[in-house]
């Protein structure tokens, strides 16, 4: 049953990542500022989506305790993108699963585009990404 649910999932494009916060996250001086960007598990994610945000974006939080940031688009249809546990890789949620290197260079599947990747630094305990 779970490969139907997961299916289903796919079908629909519905990823496992969860939205940060409102709370957590803030645009200040045209850059993202997360607050506690630790709240974000190793080998997790998190997605930041609305405040006027151009797109939204996939903040990753590495096994090896790094932050990267993504579009949160694939370029091939537009779905959104889960980290693949254990892995340095990102899938897309559709059925597709094109995958992408932690560049954002494309692995797998019909995306060819890369995903976009910004700076991102931490200051003072705060994930500052330059969008
Ligand atoms: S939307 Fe990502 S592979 Fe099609």
Same mark, same amino acid.
């Given at each position: 049953?779970?490969?139907?649910?997961?299916?289903?999932? !796919?079908?629909?494009?519905?990823?496992?990542?969860?939205?940060?916060?409102?709370?957590?996250?803030?645009?200040?001086?045209?850059?993202?500022?997360?607050?506690?960007?630790?709240?974000?598990?190793?080998?997790?994610?998190?997605?930041?989506?609305?405040?006027?945000?151009?797109?939204?974006?996939?903040?990753?939080?590495?096994?090896?305790?790094?932050?990267?940031?993504? !579009?949160?688009?694939?370029?091939?249809?537009?779905?959104?993108?889960?980290?693949?546990?254990?892995?340095?890789?990102l899938?897309?949620?559709?059925?597709?699963?094109?995958q992408f290197d932690?560049?954002g260079k494309p692995l797998?599947?019909?995306?060819?585009?890369?995903l976009?990747?910004?700076?991102?630094?931490?200051?003072?305990?705060?994930?500052?990404?330059?969008?």
């Open positions: 049953m779970a490969g139907i649910g997961s299916f289903f999932k !796919a079908i629909m494009g519905i990823c496992e990542t969860r939205p940060l916060g409102q709370d957590l996250w803030s645009i200040e001086g045209g850059k993202v500022v997360v607050q506690k960007p630790e709240s974000i598990p190793k080998g997790g994610a998190a997605y930041l989506q609305g405040k006027g945000l151009n797109q939204p974006l996939l903040i990753v939080h590495t096994d090896d305790d790094q932050y990267l940031s993504f !579009a949160n688009v694939c370029p091939h249809g537009k779905r959104k993108i889960d980290p693949v546990a254990g892995e340095r890789r899938r897309c949620c559709s059925v597709n699963h094109s932690y560049d797998s599947g019909p995306a060819k585009e890369p976009k990747r910004q700076q991102v630094e931490l200051a003072s305990g705060k994930l500052v990404v330059t969008v």
